[in-house]
């Protein structure tokens, strides 16, 4: 038994020792440390040069050196694309990195939100009445996507389009057009087209002149020309 314990350990010893990790020179190391311990919010390369007080050549070599090992990785901060952001390979980009899942490789993808904003809207004007989780499953079984859709995306999607008065939210009552949706819950249909007030679309209600307008006076319904092509309208 003590034999197979030793046996474990000089593997795990000899698995150790190869990790380039144990093998960093004290320049690369330091560095590597001081990357690392920015997890995954990444660090820009002139706070590394100021802490480590690197000459420029010796840092771009042992910059290389870690990249190389696959130590480190370049990212995209989307606040700052012309600066030079490195983290360690053992974490992914926080999302105030990255700006999460409507960015690719930094830059906002507005083809993919463009698209399911106009598949959310099909969905909603076919179906009447929707919910998050109706129209998140809705999207999975028609399977228009090339990528998955979270809950989240779905419901900032809905938010944008409730925005732009392309739909409107309205709470589940539990009965009618409601009945597939338990009673409190948000619900979404096709924004209704304003109601104008019936005076507004007539001229005489926006004329600044309208206390002096007479059927015998000077401004009179009879001689307004404003009057007159809404009445031919």
Known sequence: MGSVSKNVSNKRKHSDAKSPVHNLSEPERKLYDLIRSMEDKGMWTLDMKRQTLLPETQFKKHIKSLQTKNLIKEIVHINNKRKKYFMATDFEPS???TGG???VDGELDKPFINVLR???KRIVYSQKVVSIESIS????EKGCLNVECSIQQIDQIMQSLVLDNVLMEVTSTGMGE????RVGTMCYRKAEAPKVWAMA???CGVCPRINECTPDGIISPATCIYF?????F
Request: hydrophobic share 50%.
């Open 118 to 120: 106009e598949l959310c």
């Open 178 to 181: 409601f009945e597939a949706f």
């Open 101 to 103: 899942a409507w960015y």
């Open 228 to 232: 007159t092509k809404w009445l031919d």
């Open 95 to 97: 999302v105030e990195l």
């Open 201 to 203: 679309s007539i001229p």
């Open 137 to 140: 499953k809705s999207i999975r």
